[in-house]
């Protein structure tokens, strides 16, 4: 069966980086489209990117632009969020997903606390 | 990319029908059939319940029907159970291979 299984949660302080995974199995990984989803505490959901099929460049969300790089690494099937310059309002539930077919990992808490 | 805009709550008693409405612009909703709708129960990850605009994935009551006229697209629920209580978020495809979301409905059953 599909799984999307997300590494574990995070605390950072702001200014610093942090770097998500999401491994997946159960599907086709390169001819898939991957995306990330966030949830803030309280707040709705919000579309950060997806990382295209192999060869494909990411399409990311303006407003995380040029502090995010989503990558995969196709030997291990295994997608990374990485996002940098963190601030408290990057503090959520990170979310990889195969948003076409409804299949999510469990979510990363990503915690940005001085 | 604006989120979509859906109203922040709506509310019906158990058996009445409510709908959900999703109002983007002609650049996505209005331009794709690409319109997806999620319900998400506290502290669980979102469940698809429409995809493509009117497809109900295989296990997903046929109470859910969604539909798009224009710039708007719309979730119904019909014969509304106490299960039904959550919130719903839409989803397009946007311009640019971009996509992005409603800012989301809770919905309470009275």
């Known amino acids: 069966q599909v799984q999307l299984v997300q590494s574990g949660a995070e605390v950072k302080k702001p200014g610093a980086s942090v770097k998500v995974s999401c491994k997946t199995s159960?599907?086709?990984?390169?001819?898939?489209?991957i995306h990330w989803v966030r949830q803030a505490p309280g707040h709705g959901l919000e579309w950060m990117g997806m990382?295209?099929?192999?060869?494909?460049?990411?399409s990311y969300a303006q407003k995380v632009q040029g502090r995010v790089t989503m990558t995969k690494d196709t030997s291990t099937n295994t997608l990374y969020l990485e996002l940098n310059s963190l601030t408290p309002e990057d503090t959520a539930v990170y979310y990889c997903?195969?948003?076409?077919?409804?299949?999510w990992g469990q979510g990363t808490r990503v915690t940005v606390s001085a | 990319q604006s989120a979509l805009t859906q109203p922040a709550s709506v509310s019906g008693s158990p058996g009445q029908s409510i709908t959900i409405s999703c109002t983007g612009t002609?650049?996505?909703?209005?331009?794709?059939?690409?319109v997806f709708w999620y319900q998400q129960h506290p502290g669980k990850v979102p469940k698809l319940i429409i995809y493509?605009?009117?497809k109900r994935p295989s296990g997903v009551s046929d109470r859910f029907s969604g539909s798009k006229s224009g710039d708007t697209a719309s979730l119904t629920i019909s014969g509304l159970q106490a299960e039904d209580e959550a919130d719903y978020y839409c989803?397009?495809?946007?311009?640019?291979?971009?996509?992005?979301f409603g800012g989301g409905t809770k919905l309470t059953v009275l």
């Open positions: 997903t195969r948003l076409y077919y409804g299949d």
């Open positions: 159960g599907f086709s990984f390169t001819s898939s489209y």
């Open positions: 990382v295209r099929s192999s060869g494909d460049s990411p």
């Open positions: 002609s650049s996505d909703v209005g331009s794709y059939n690409l």
């Open positions: 493509e605009v009117t």
């Open positions: 989803c397009s495809y946007a311009p640019s291979s971009t996509w992005v």
